[in-house]
């Protein structure tokens, strides 16, 4: 396949630039609309785009079919041992408040890692739903 | 005219009904399994605007506190939503991928076809 | 620590499952991960006969998630009603597990393995989800976990009718949960609430408006498409038929009695039985389904000739039984209704693992296939008839309690007719059960049979021991019985 110069370098132009958006509305969704399904999505996004205009193929070697799949029980993994965590130390399941020393403090750290969590979970499994697709031949 | 103006007034749950109904009757006159799966997401898609606009209020800010607002929207039927979107989207991508799965053992995703072949074989 | 971990139990039945499928999903070989999750499955009885316990012991266990307090967060709500289901399917996960692992090497495909064993983790995490939760809208979400996962587990077997049975699956299901969230959401929409506890102390206020009729009968019909009543249950043969036998076996005992118990907490704790019998009709209905279902797939289980298929077909015709005592909502059906999900439970799982024994030997459940098969396999044929026993309600296998107690209930509630009906649906039951017994004890082998041997010692352990259970559950009644008359109390006592 010849791959036209424009969309190659505009790719590669956008392509930083997606991922800087998925990571802003990532982190800005403690403060605002957004947060790790949105994000998640998005860099699900940068992974198609690439692989629209380079084929699968390349796109299959920068992110790996493996590596997509084991993020989607990484992700769920962090959510729930947040989870666990704030159990051991001496909370409800998910109880943020005990994870870190002051109650307001610990829900934001609480949030955080569970959004990532969430970006985590949800950009493995777009992208292996992508390579699922995408990879059966007709 | 009382009866026009409440019709008017819900229009929001004749837009909710209308999904609602068509999506449910795609998914049951249409033999075609990707047709029946877009009959389904339209009536699961449904759903999010029943939750949806009855926590809309009107002149409601987003639920932050903040000086001088008192009105906020109601945010819990966005977060379910969310989540019933997200069960949606991985019904869809399953049912999808079961038809892709159909298509390549049994060679169509017409339901009745694949009946004329005989399920007994 | 240790005071911690026991006022974690009702979030640590479902999150250790929800864990190990997660971690079952990373293992890339099979026996890794069928290890991890027996391991899981031994753990979740202990759990939730602990909560059983303390629940008989000290009353109702409440648990908010996250630390948000009930009505406004999650609350998981342990009553006796629902240890008790919660014990069932626990104890039938760990019974099956062991069953698992030459069922699936023989049936699944070597990289699938470690995703049957995620699936049907995440599938017990939903369906233990659905009992502990105290939240209409989480039950939702454990509805879909549960189900999206069994979608994926039948999708697994062999035959690749299998892949239909699936999609015709997926499709009812999904239709019956968006039911579900329908009527949850105009009740929602209703009360501002979505708390088991707090919707039941309001819904009173609102109990003359017709929305709430309608909230109801979304509600019911969806969960109804979950469980296979009658007209509802098309998509059920097919998917046990097809399904590895490990799946059959776990979802005939579990996955229609969970959505079950979701009925009967809607119809007697939340609704209140007046809105349920005065408002909606929904006894009469129920009665003539439920009679439906008993005398109809009866009777189109017997013309079967896929053993699988047969006894689907006779799940269909139990879950008869089991509305029929929820219709009556009198102390004695009630009763009667707990006791045969849990029977039914316990019969059917004998059944389903014995046929899973000779798919596993003979490669087929054709009853052509069998004819002859009591001198090849004896031990796992007779816990076949045990089961079946069981199913016609012979008096000491357990299928005869729940059958008393319907009865009982029939006669309370003034239809002495529904009695004759049901010896008559017991005759049909003899009539399948009776053709297995002909061609498998009094026929030759036939030349398909040569060198088949008693199925292997894992394989026959779970069955043994659900045959067994049956005999037990017929004979010394005092746990199932006496728990199920217990949460009925709680039930009825809610609905006044």
Sequence with gaps: MKLDLILRVTTKLLLPFILMFALYVQFHGDFGPGGGFQAGAMAAAMVFLYSITYGLPSAQKAVPPAIAQAMIPIGVLIFAGVGVYAMFNGGQFLNYSVIAEDAPHAQALGILLVESGVLITVAGTFVSIFYAFAGRGR | MEFSKEIIANYNNWVTIFLMVSGLYIVVARGNMVKKLVGLSLFQTSVYLLYLSPGKILGGTPPIIAEGFTVYSNPLPHVLMLTAIVVGVATLSLGLALTVRINEEFGTIEEDEIFAKGDDQ | ?496
Aim: charged content about 10%; glycine content about 8%; some cysteine.
């Design chain 3, 1 to 496: 620590m240790n005071a911690g971990i026991i006022s974690n139990l009702p979030a640590l039945q479902v999150v250790i499952p929800l864990l190990g499928a997660l971690v079952c999903a990373l293992l890339r070989r099979g026996s890794a991960a069928w290890f991890l999750t027996m391991i899981i499955c031994l753990i979740m009885p202990v759990i939730s006969i602990t909560l059983l316990l303390t629940v008989l012991d000290s009353g109702p266990i409440s648990y908010s998630m996250g630390g948000w307090a009930p009505p406004f967060g999650i609350e998981y709500k342990v009553d006796v009603f629902n240890a008790f289901i919660l014990v069932l399917v626990s104890s039938i996960g760990a019974v099956v597990l062991p069953y698992a692992r030459l069922s699936v090497a023989s049936e699944v495909k070597a990289e699938d393995r470690p995703w049957f064993y995620a699936m049907f983790l995440l599938c017990l995490t939903g369906l233990l989800g659905i009992t502990i939760t105290g939240d209409a809208f989480n039950a939702f979400v454990f509805l879909e976990i549960s189900s999206l996962s069994t979608y994926v587990l039948i999708a697994m077997g062999r035959d690749r009718r299998a892949l239909l049975a699936a999609y015709q699956y997926l499709i009812l299901g999904s239709i019956g949960a968006t039911f579900y969230i329908i009527g949850v959401g105009i009740i929602y929409t209703l009360t501002g609430t979505l708390n088991f506890a707090d919707l039941a102390a309001r819904i009173p206020e609102i109990e003359q408006t017709r929305s709430i009729l309608a909230a109801a009968a979304f509600i019911i019909v969806g969960i109804s498409l979950k469980f296979a009543l009658f007209p509802l249950h098309v998509w059920l043969p097919n998917a046990y038929a097809y399904a590895p036998s490990t799946v059959s076996a776990f979802l005939a005992s579990t996955a229609t009695k969970v959505a079950l118990y979701l009925l009967i907490r809607f119809l007697f704790s939340i609704f209140g039985i007046e809105v349920v019998t005065d408002k909606l009709a929904l006894t009469d209905i129920l009665i003539i389904l439920s009679l439906a279902a008993m005398l109809g797939a009866s009777t189109v289980a017997i013309f079967q000739h896929d053993v699988k298929r047969l006894f689907a077909y006779s799940s269909v015709a139990q879950i008869g039984y089991i509305t029929l005592g929820i219709a009556l909502a009198n102390q004695a059906g009630l009763t009667g209704s707990l006791v045969h999900i849990f029977n039914h439970a316990v019969m059917k799982g004998a059944l389903f693992l014995a046929i899973g024994a000779v798919v596993y030997r003979i490669g087929s459940a054709e009853i052509d296939d069998f004819s002859g098969l009591g001198k090849k396999m004896p031990i796992t044929m007779g816990c076949l008839l045990i089961g079946g026993l069981g199913l016609i309600g012979v008096p000491g296998t357990a299928g005869f309690i729940s059958k008393w107690y319907l009865a009982v209930g029939a006669i309370d509630a003034g239809y002495l007719w529904l009695v004759f009906l049901l010896v008559l649906s017991s005759l049909l039951a003899l009539i399948y059960v009776g053709r297995i017994v002909e061609v498998v004890w009094f026929r030759d082998p036939g030349p398909n049979l040569d060198g088949v041997r008693e199925a292997p010692l894992s394989l026959l352990l779970p069955t043994v021991l659900m045959a067994a259970a049956t005999i037990y559950f017929g004979i010394e009644t005092s746990q199932s019985v006496g728990i199920a008359a217990q949460a009925v109390e709680t039930l009825l006592g809610l609905a006044k």
